[in-house]
C-alpha cells in the first residue's frame, strides 16, 4: 500500500515549492540517503510534513462511503520532541485538515510552551449526541463550533483523542495519590468487582479496558478532584482538578470535562466527544514531564507538580507493557494479511499465547508474533486511541542498546477504524508506515 510521490513542500504555512526527499514510505524510507541537514526545530518540522504528505492521506478509502477515496483530506495532529544526547531538545508539530490539505507549521516558542498561532477548535456532536464532523458529507461551515485553545492564526478542529484520553486520567490518578487522597494499593470496587487502583489503572493502559476507566472516573468523583452538580439537564461540572494540573504545566488543550460519579465519560454521559479533548503538542509536553530521562521541561516553572518515582514508575510500567501496538507500531498486526510494518518497536511478550498469538484482556490478535517480542529497535512507552471515526498514538520512545534515538511522539487522527484494511486493524496502513518513517529519520539525527 505504498504511497505516490508526495507532493512538494513548504517552508511556511503556505503552496509547495520543491520535490519531497525525506521519508518517503515506510518501506523508501533509508536514513543512508536522507538530506544531511541538522537537526532543527525547522528542519523537524519539514520532515514530519514530508512525512504526512509522502503518504497521500487524501486517498484512503472510507468505508463509511462505499469504499470510496475519502472526500475530505483527514485531519492529523502530529508532534515530536526529540532529544539528542549532546545538545538540547529539538520539536516540531505539523498539523493538517481538509481546509490545510498542504500542512501547517506550528509556532512553538523557544522554551516549548503553547502553540501560538493556531486556533484549535474542540470537535464536535449533534443534538442526538453523535460524532459528525467526520461524515462524509459533513459542512464545516454550518457547524457550531466551541474554541479551545488559541485566539490567532488558521482554525484546527482538534479529533476526539479516543482512548488516548486515558492518559489524562492516568495523570490526574497520579496525582491524586501523591497528594495522599488515594493509594495504588487501594481496593476499588466498580459494578461488583474489587481489584486494587494499580490494576485497574494497569488494564486501562495496556489493553484499554474501558470498564478499568469508568472505575477510576468513581475514584476521581469519590476523591473530590471532580465534582458535578445534579439538575434536570444531568447536571454541570463545578470542580475539575485534572484541569488545574494541566493549567498549572501549561498544558492548556488537554481537557477531561463533564463525566459523572457513576463513571461515565462517553458521550451518553454528557462527556465524550467535545468534552474529552488533546492536541499532539499538549500531549507530547505531558509525556515529557512524565519522562525521567527527559532534559527538564524548559517551559515549566520552578514550582510546577512533580511526580512522586511511585505513582512515575506505575504510570511508565503500564505503558511500556502496552499490548495494543496498532497504530505508529503495529506488530500486533503481523498476522493480518498485507502487514505493513511500523515504528519498529519490541512488543511485551507477556501478552503472547504458546502458538504466538497476542491475548490481552478482550484483545486478541492472530498469528505468531513471537518474533517481535525479541526484535525491535526501540522500547515504546504508548498508549493508543480508536473508534470507528478516530485514532491516536502517543508515547516514549528510546533505543534498545546499542541504538541510542530518545523522542517523544503523538498523533491524532480523525482516521479510525472505518479506514482501515482489515476488520481486525485500528487504521489504515498508511499510519504505520508513517510512525516507520518518522523512526528512521529520527534515527538518522539521533544515532549519527
Not at 90 to 107: D, K, M, Q, T
Amino acid at each position: 500500500m505504498n504511497a505516490p510521490d508526495a507532493p512538494t513542500p513548504i517552508s511556511t504555512v503556505a503552496s509547495a515549492s520543491e520535490p519531497a526527499t525525506a521519508m518517503a514510505t515506510a518501506t523508501s524510507a533509508d536514513p543512508a540517503r536522507s538530506p544531511k541537514t541538522t537537526l532543527t526545530h525547522d528542519s523537524l518540522a519539514r520532515a514530519l510534513r514530508e512525512a504526512v504528505l509522502a503518504q497521500d492521506f487524501g486517498a484512503t478509502l472510507d468505508a463509511q462511503d462505499g469504499g470510496k477515496p475519502m472526500r475530505h483530506f483527514p485531519s492529523l495532529d502530529l508532534a515530536v520532541a526529540a532529544y539528542p544526547e549532546h545538545g538540547a531538545p529539538v520539536w516540531a508539530n505539523v498539523l493538517f485538515s481538509r481546509e490545510h490539505p498542504e500542512g501547517l507549521i506550528a509556532a512553538i516558542p523557544d522554551n516549548a510552551g503553547p502553540v501560538g498561532n493556531v486556533r484549535f477548535l474542540a470537535d464536535t456532536r449533534d443534538a442526538a449526541g453523535n460524532s459528525v464532523a467526520w461524515a462524509p458529507d459533513s459542512d464545516w461551515s454550518a457547524m457550531r463550533w466551541t474554541p479551545l485553545a488559541g485566539d490567532a492564526g488558521p482554525r484546527m478542529v482538534a479529533p476526539y483523542p479516543a482512548s488516548l484520553l486515558k492518559l489524562m486520567l492516568l495523570a490526574g490518578l497520579g496525582r491524586l495519590v501523591d497528594q495522599g487522597r488515594a493509594s495504588w494499593w487501594q481496593p476499588l470496587s466498580y459494578r461488583g468487582r474489587e481489584r486494587l487502583v494499580t490494576d485497574w489503572a494497569y488494564d486501562m493502559v495496556t489493553w484499554s479496558s474501558n470498564e478499568a476507566t469508568s472505575a477510576l472516573v468513581t475514584l476521581m468523583h469519590a476523591a473530590g478532584a471532580i465534582r458535578r452538580e445534579i439538575g434536570r439537564d444531568g447536571g454541570r461540572e463545578v470542580h475539575n482538578e485534572l484541569h488545574t494540573l494541566f493549567a498549572s504545566l501549561g498544558l492548556t488543550t488537554l481537557r477531561f470535562a463533564n463525566t459523572t460519579a457513576d463513571g461515565g465519560w462517553g458521550n451518553g454521559a454528557g462527556s465524550g466527544v467535545g468534552q474529552l479533548q488533546m492536541t499532539a503538542w499538549d500531549t507530547v509536553r505531558l509525556l515529557w514531564w512524565l519522562d525521567p530521562m527527559a532534559p527538564s521541561a524548559p517551559w515549566l516553572p520552578a514550582d510546577a507538580p512533580r511526580l512522586s518515582p511511585e505513582s512515575r514508575n506505575q504510570m511508565l510500567r503500564a505503558l511500556e507493557d502496552q499490548a495494543l501496538h496498532e497504530v505508529l507500531s503495529s506488530d500486533a498486526l503481523g498476522g493480518v494479511p498485507g502487514w505493513v510494518p511500523g515504528l519498529p518497536a519490541r512488543l511485551p511478550g507477556k501478552w503472547l499465547r504458546r502458538d504466538g498469538a497476542l491475548h490481552a484482556g478482550e484483545r486478541d490478535y492472530p498469528g505468531d508474533l513471537r518474533r517481535f517480542a525479541v526484535g525491535g529497535e526501540v522500547w515504546f512507552a504508548h498508549k493508543t486511541g480508536n473508534t470507528e471515526n478516530y485514532a491516536s498514538n502517543a508515547g516514549i520512545v528510546s533505543g534498545i542498546a546499542p541504538r541510542r534515538r530518545h523522542y517523544a511522539i503523538a498523533l491524532l487522527s480523525n482516521l479510525g477504524a472505518r479506514y482501515a484494511p482489515d476488520s481486525r486493524c485500528a487504521t489504515t496502513w498508511r499510519i504505520p508506515a508513517l510512525g516507520a518513517a518518522i523512526d528512521a529519520r529520527l534515527a538518522s539525527w539521533l544515532e549519527t
